[in-house]
């Protein structure tokens, strides 16, 4: 196990502070030298020799990756897989290469929804300004006019977005088993229109602008001593601050602000929202969703807001390892009865594929994945789960 530079140098500071806090108060003054000490210590110089910079390719072939004909990622050069551990002793560093790689990866897949699959990129909110935040999600030509089927996708939280069910997969086995592509293709291929939602998309993030505060004290009536002292308290929290951030984070990236999307600042109003605006005008007589992990909470949100009009429209939800609840989410009788009729939960489980899975919530059907984790589950064969299994699943009674 290596040991950086900056380890070796803090590390006889650190257990001292820790054998003088053990003792009395007769020992806060040593504790005191020792706080300066360290504040003197210029980590961000210190630091930066163990972590190179925070500048990462912005194109795979920057990062010399690319996918091969089998839709796996592989290095151009030496054929194999991508390795997470670049530099072993610097986890923090190759954490940001892989988010970096990822946020490749998503505009990737945006391309293949457009170009593959045939997709169009829709703007939301519908009414937005040219300057304020905006969002999207993928239709295809016919979602809204096609008087049969609509499939409506909808991935689960974190960094995935439209198209993706996980970046893990994605990079670590394949585009076919992390993304929704297989199951968009299938379903165009039976005659459905298709609508893939980007529930993750919320916002925008935007510089943090610099705020420069007046000192209190320049137009305070306190008298000087007491000015003094509390600038003097305010300029140690300070000092103490910066330090504990200059360890945190020794190559301090940008301050940013987040800048909410209207109507979209969370999956549930996303989901409400592309309903309103899309599904609901939608031509279809025979709306099915797909709904993975946070997904299937975004829905049952969804259908307590919008009970009614989900009931008239949609005929069936597929759910895999879906984290709605019913309890929580305050589902009423009505919703928990229709959805034991029109929903299915494919679950995490070494059981046979279908077999049923005992539930401890009064809602839908539980069905074994047969798949051990929810990171294999979205590899479940599209043609089983979505479109045969149960039998007359995805078919109007």
Same mark, same amino acid.
């Given at each position: 196990?290596?040991?950086?530079?900056?380890?070796?140098?803090?590390?006889?500071?650190?257990?001292?502070?820790?054998?003088?806090?053990?003792?009395?108060?007769?020992?806060?003054?040593?504790?005191?030298?020792?706080?300066?000490?360290?504040?003197?210590?210029?980590?961000?110089?210190?630091?930066?020799?163990?972590?190179?910079?925070?500048?990462?390719?912005?194109?795979?072939?920057?990062?010399?990756?690319?996918?091969?004909?089998?839709?796996?990622?592989?290095?151009?050069?030496?054929?194999?897989?991508?390795?997470?551990?670049?530099?072993?002793?610097?986890?923090?560093?190759?954490?940001?290469?892989?988010?970096?790689?990822?946020?490749?990866?998503?505009?990737?897949?945006?391309?293949?929804?457009?170009?593959?699959?045939?997709?169009?990129?829709?703007?939301?909110?519908?009414?937005?300004?040219?300057?304020?935040?905006?969002?999207?999600?993928?239709?295809?030509?016919?979602?809204?006019?096609?008087?049969?089927?609509?499939?409506?996708?909808?991935?689960?939280?974190?960094?995935?977005?439209?198209?993706?069910?996980?970046?893990?997969?994605?990079?670590?086995?394949?585009?076919?088993?992390?993304?929704?592509?297989?199951?968009?293709?299938?379903? &165009?291929?039976?005659? #459905?229109?298709?609508?893939?939602?980007? !529930?993750? /998309?919320?916002? *925008?993030? $935007?510089?943090?602008?610099? +705020?420069?505060?007046?000192?209190?004290?320049?137009?305070?009536?306190?008298?000087?001593?007491?000015?003094?002292?509390?600038?003097?308290?305010?300029?140690?929290?300070?000092?103490?601050?910066?330090?504990?951030?200059?360890?945190?984070?020794?190559?301090?990236?940008?301050? &940013?602000?987040?800048? #909410?999307?209207?109507?979209?600042?969370? !999956?549930? /109003?996303?989901? *409400?929202? $592309?309903?309103?605006?899309? +599904?609901?005008?939608?031509?279809?007589?025979?709306?099915?969703?797909?709904?993975?992990?946070?997904?299937?909470?975004?829905?049952?949100?969804?259908?307590?807001?919008?009970?009614?009009?989900?009931?008239?429209?949609?005929?069936?939800?597929?759910?895999?390892?879906?984290?709605?609840?019913?309890?929580?989410?305050?589902?009423?009788?009505?919703?928990? /009865?229709?959805?034991?009729?029109?929903?299915?939960?494919?679950?995490?489980?070494?059981?046979?594929?279908?077999?049923?899975?005992?539930?401890?919530?009064?809602?839908?059907?539980?069905?074994?994945?047969?798949?051990?984790?929810?990171?294999?589950?979205?590899?479940?064969?599209?043609?089983?789960?979505?479109?045969?299994?149960?039998?007359?699943?995805?078919?109007?009674?």
């Amino acid at each position: 196990m290596s040991i950086s530079l900056s380890s070796l140098i803090l590390l006889p500071i650190w257990i001292s502070m820790a054998q003088i806090q053990q003792g009395g108060p007769d020992e806060k003054e040593k504790t005191t030298a020792l706080k300066d000490l360290l504040s003197r210590i210029d980590l961000d110089e210190l630091m930066k020799k163990d972590e190179p910079p925070l500048d990462f390719p912005d194109t795979l072939e920057g990062f010399e990756y690319a996918f091969n004909e089998k839709g796996q990622l592989r290095h151009i050069k030496t054929g194999e897989p991508f390795v997470f551990n670049y530099r072993e002793d610097l986890h923090r560093w190759n954490q940001k290469r892989y988010e970096a790689l990822g946020e490749i990866i998503t505009k990737y897949v945006y391309e293949l929804l457009e170009k593959d699959c045939n997709l169009k990129k829709i703007s939301i909110p519908v009414d937005a300004t040219e300057s304020e935040p905006k969002s999207f999600i993928f239709m295809s030509e016919d979602a809204l006019t096609n008087p049969q089927k609509l499939m409506v996708l909808i991935h689960g939280s974190g960094v995935v977005r439209a198209g993706q069910w996980a970046r893990r997969l994605i990079i670590n086995e394949d585009l076919d088993s992390g993304t929704q592509i297989p199951f968009i293709k299938r379903a &165009m291929d039976e005659g #459905y229109g298709v609508i893939v939602l980007n !529930p993750n /998309e919320n916002y *925008i993030e $935007v510089e943090k602008p610099k +705020i420069h505060v007046q000192s209190s004290s320049d137009s305070s009536d306190e008298p000087a001593e007491k000015r003094e002292r509390k600038d003097k308290v305010s300029k140690e929290t300070k000092k103490r601050r910066d330090f504990y951030e200059k360890y945190r984070n020794p190559q301090r990236e940008k301050e &940013m602000m987040q800048l #909410y999307i209207r109507e979209n600042g969370s !999956p549930e /109003e996303h989901a *409400i929202y $592309v309903w309103d605006h899309f +599904i609901a005008q939608s031509a279809a007589e025979n709306v099915f969703f797909v709904a993975h992990s946070y997904g299937g909470l975004a829905f049952v949100e969804l259908m307590i807001q919008r009970e009614a009009d989900v009931k008239s429209k949609v005929t069936a939800v597929a759910l895999t390892d879906s984290v709605h609840n019913v309890w929580h989410q305050e589902a009423g009788k009505t919703i928990r /009865e229709w959805m034991r009729e029109n929903c299915c939960n494919w679950v995490s489980s070494s059981e046979p594929l279908d077999t049923s899975v005992e539930s401890m919530l009064p809602d839908c059907p539980r069905v074994s994945a047969a798949v051990s984790c929810s990171g294999s589950l979205k590899t479940l064969p599209y043609g089983q789960i979505h479109f045969t299994s149960p039998p007359g699943f995805m078919t109007k009674s």
